[in-house]
């Protein structure tokens, strides 16, 4: 009996203390990850390693790209707690695995050279049927930015390839620039270029339009201030903005020569043609934070969040790290009114008072609810944002 009641003490005694600690988690989550009034942040995902981008499909499953470990797991609530409690891997092999679209009840993927596609036909979350649409090496590999995001649309495929390294002229190569394809993977056609590192493309929801954020290029002010050391980073801690773009066909975005509203990088201020490519290329649809590195970004069409946030784009900010004190860590809503961004809003800070790193998000998707998940490779967590009211 004595033995009996010792055990049934140690088992209340287990579930209180573990109550305690989940308590606890959570308020040093509500105490040092910043939320906008009105909004809740919670956790539904955090068994899985380093989660980087998110895609939703039709039926509510969430994939999660993983390009460490080379998979795209699929996730599903299947008792509708909230939280993603069943984890499947859906694809594997694919290092480097990075952007998702859906199209035609197939996932389509990439890697840094390549481009797939795959679907799951008896529902167990793991995909039975995969192909090939670009094969490896069909696109350049690796370097500095080695991220490909992809996009469908009119028939045609859209990915980005980035910078090697930070302000390297590539302007010949097939870097620096958006490329589309017909469906079948042939038929490749230059759409724009001067990108540096566009990890996401989307459409603006009821348009045509491609947008996408860039990320801006590090040392801006690099051989001005090694001479004067002791002065630290004043002009590469501010320069240049980070871009949100709306990319069209022909377009220019300047990289690696120009630099935000049309400022020359140093290091090019003695070409001969650098007025003539300021004037080519169109500025920034908005410029964020310098050195913020926006990795992942929606537009909002849900109905959870209030009715003014119809058709803004959020955009998860990875944070700095050429910057003498950190910045971005963060995920803002930019504002829109008639199709033009000219505002932004802080909705969720994972950078502390005390300059400490809670979190480093990577991308941001809406479910079919309205609200948003958020992914944070750095505490390996997905986080769902819910408007709680005012």
Not at 141 to 166: D, E
Not at 308 to 332: I, L, P, Q
Request: net charge negative; hydrophobic share 30%.
């Amino acid at each position: 009996m004595r033995f009996s009641i010792f055990i049934f003490s140690i088992i209340i005694f287990s579930w209180i203390l573990a109550s305690c600690e989940n308590q606890t988690a959570g308020e040093q989550a509500n105490a040092f990850i910043k939320v906008r009034d009105g909004y809740q942040l919670t956790v539904v995902q955090d068994s899985i390693r380093n989660p980087r981008f998110l895609k939703m499909g039709p039926d509510g499953t969430l994939y999660v790209s993983l390009p460490g470990s080379g998979e795209i797991k699929s996730c599903r609530d299947e008792d509708g707690d909230g939280y993603y409690e069943n984890v499947a891997t859906f694809v594997n092999g694919h290092p480097t695995v990075h952007g998702m679209t859906w199209h035609e009840d197939w996932l389509w993927f990439t890697e840094t050279g390549a481009i797939f596609r795959a679907r799951d036909v008896d529902g167990d979350g793991v995909a039975d049927e995969k192909e090939t649409i670009i094969p490896d090496g069909g696109l350049p590999k690796g370097g500095g930015h080695w991220w490909r995001p992809v996009l469908i649309l009119n028939n045609r495929i859209y990915t980005s390839i980035g910078c090697s390294g930070n302000i390297t002229e590539e302007g010949d190569t097939e870097r620096l620039k958006i490329w589309s394809f017909s469906m079948d993977g042939s038929g490749k056609k230059l759409f724009a270029s001067g990108l540096r590192n566009t990890e996401k493309l989307l459409v603006r929801p009821g348009t045509d339009e491609i947008w996408g954020m860039d990320h801006g290029s590090d040392w801006f002010g690099g051989h001005l201030e090694e001479k004067d050391s002791l002065s630290g980073q004043p002009i590469t801690d501010y320069n240049p903005p980070c871009e949100l773009n709306h990319y069209v066909e022909d377009g220019f975005y300047g990289h690696p020569y120009i630099v935000g509203n049309k400022i020359p990088r140093y290091e090019y201020m003695d070409r001969p043609d650098i007025v003539e490519l300021a004037k080519k290329t169109t500025p920034p649809a908005w410029s964020t934070g310098a050195h913020w590195a926006p990795n992942g970004f929606t537009f909002y069409t849900g109905d959870q969040f209030p009715e003014d946030c119809m058709g803004d784009v959020f955009t998860a900010y990875h944070g700095s790290w050429n910057r003498s004190e950190k910045s971005g860590y963060c995920v803002t809503r930019i504002l829109f009114d008639e199709g033009r961004p000219f505002g932004e809003l802080k909705y969720v800070n994972f950078l502390s008072e005390g300059g400490e790193v809670m979190g480093r998000p990577v991308d941001v998707e809406m479910t079919a609810d309205g609200s948003m998940l958020i992914s944070d490779d750095f505490k390996s967590k997905i986080y769902r944002l819910t408007y709680t009211g005012k």
